[in-house]
């Protein structure tokens, strides 16, 4: 069967113009197929580029036996994650052909498809021999049956190495597939720690009484309103930076993935989930707030875009521990992956910012096992299995503020059973102790490089 010029605008997703122009090079037995010699020089430069490369590393704890797949939010890190495992594995210059690593954002590999995976293969065979590389793909979701071709990687003994930026890449429907073989691991934004490394401060003994804190509180300060993305130590204008990699993750991540046509619905519902940070909400809510505006929305709708906005990682929620099982999936508490992005949508809103930044690293410690408690009272965050009780207070000065946070949380140790909890303020420090009950108040920012 000879493959048209039809066929080919149709299998690789481009334009007309485009297939025209690539018909003479991607043509093969009735199939689409990438040009060897493309790949091949793409295999090459990337081995070229990462060897050369120089980079902070982060803490990376993997098993060397595993095959992984590395997600999260766009810009995290991932990719600099698959380039601290290729140095590591590197020993010198003469082992880097042992690496097949392809980043399938690459504009050259616009019309792969999964049959073009065996290529990749075949064209680092021919490069360096009959060997077995280690696989490292970037961004693998943009080829569909990916998953599959990792699989039969994996079940023939390849090391595999991947990431994506979409929680499609959980779906029961991949795992199945997936079958055990593949671990996975979430790439956030730096901690405060990292933060502070990046920035080439090392901790010393006793440094809250030396001169280091106050450069640890200015650098906190950075921090909280313009979070961690790695990329933006290197900015000086922070704020249009958030902006630009917030409508990437807008645009291609959630739009274009999706193909949802009311931006104007999905813009309005991401500012209001900014504004109502640090609050209990519901889709309903939400709705009704939406329809104050002129906007139409079902409940259905809304749900199905805060869907989007989590698989784009860039939203969390939490519930109540103490609601029925149907509540928990429909009133949540809800957090932004990232402080500098959350301060795009808020005007003076510390206290938001504080609690978003504390959600964070409780996430990054304990992940999935975090709840609030609220019956009369509220407490905002809830570790279950560690049995944590945490509020988050920008201060306790006033009165009336120290006196609604102490009681909420002694109400919740009291119904827990626990005698210990703790506020995380900006910058107060107290031992409070009530009866056998005790309460630490701590400066978020010393609290952040405990662990």
Request: net charge positive; proline share 1%.
């Amino acid at each position: 069967m000879e493959l048209s010029i039809q066929t080919l605008h149709f299998r690789s997703g481009t334009n007309l113009t485009e297939a025209v122009r690539n018909f003479s090079n991607y043509k093969h037995g009735g199939y689409l197929i990438m040009n060897k010699d493309v790949l091949k020089k793409i295999i090459i430069e990337s081995q070229q580029r990462v060897f050369k490369l120089k980079f902070k590393y982060r803490k990376l704890n993997i098993d060397n036996n595993a095959n992984y797949v590395f997600t999260g939010i766009r810009r995290a890190g991932k990719t600099y994650m698959l380039y601290q495992i290729i140095k590591d594995l590197l020993v010198n210059k003469k082992n880097i052909n042992q690496i097949l690593y392809i980043n399938f954002e690459d504009e050259r590999l616009i019309g792969f498809y999964h049959s073009d995976f065996d290529l990749l293969l075949e064209c680092y065979s021919e490069l360096f021999g009959n060997k077995q590389p280690y696989c490292f793909f970037d961004e693998i979701q943009n080829i569909p049956a990916w998953e599959k071709f990792v699989r039969r990687l994996a079940d023939t003994g390849y090391r595999c190495y991947i990431t994506g930026s979409n929680a499609e890449i959980f779906s029961s429907q991949i795992a199945t597939t997936l079958g055990g073989r593949f671990m996975i691991r979430e790439v956030q934004p730096l901690s405060f720690k990292e933060f502070l490394d990046f920035n080439n401060v090392t901790l010393e003994k006793n440094y809250e009484y030396s001169e280091q804190k106050l450069k640890i509180k200015k650098l906190f300060d950075e921090y909280f309103r313009y979070g961690g993305f790695p990329e933006i130590l290197k900015y000086k204008q922070k704020k249009e930076y958030l902006s630009t990699l917030y409508q990437k993750v807008f645009y291609s991540d959630i739009i274009a993935r999706y193909n949802l046509q009311n931006n104007n619905l999905l813009k309005l519902l991401i500012k209001k989930t900014a504004e109502s940070v640090n609050s209990e909400t519901s889709y309903n809510r939400i709705k009704n707030i939406i329809k104050s505006t002129g906007i139409k929305a079902g409940t259905a709708t809304v749900a199905e875009y805060y869907g989007y906005m989590y698989e784009a990682f860039l939203i969390f929620g939490i519930s109540n521990y103490t609601a029925k099982f149907s509540d928990r999936e429909t009133k949540k508490k809800y957090y932004f992956a990232d402080n500098g992005v959350l301060n795009l949508f808020l005007i003076d809103q510390d206290t938001k910012l504080l609690e978003n930044i504390v959600f964070i690293e409780l996430k990054r410690r304990y992940g999935e096992d975090i709840f609030f408690f609220k019956r009369k009272y509220e407490t905002d965050f809830f570790i279950s299995e560690k049995k944590i009780l945490i509020q988050v207070s920008y201060s306790i000065s006033d009165y009336e503020t120290r006196k609604r946070e102490i009681n909420s949380l002694i109400s919740a140790m009291d119904e827990l059973g626990i005698n210990k909890a703790k506020i995380l303020s900006y910058d107060e420090k107290e031992i409070i102790k009530i009866g056998i009950n005790e309460i630490s108040v701590e400066p978020v920012w010393r609290w952040l490089l405990k662990k």
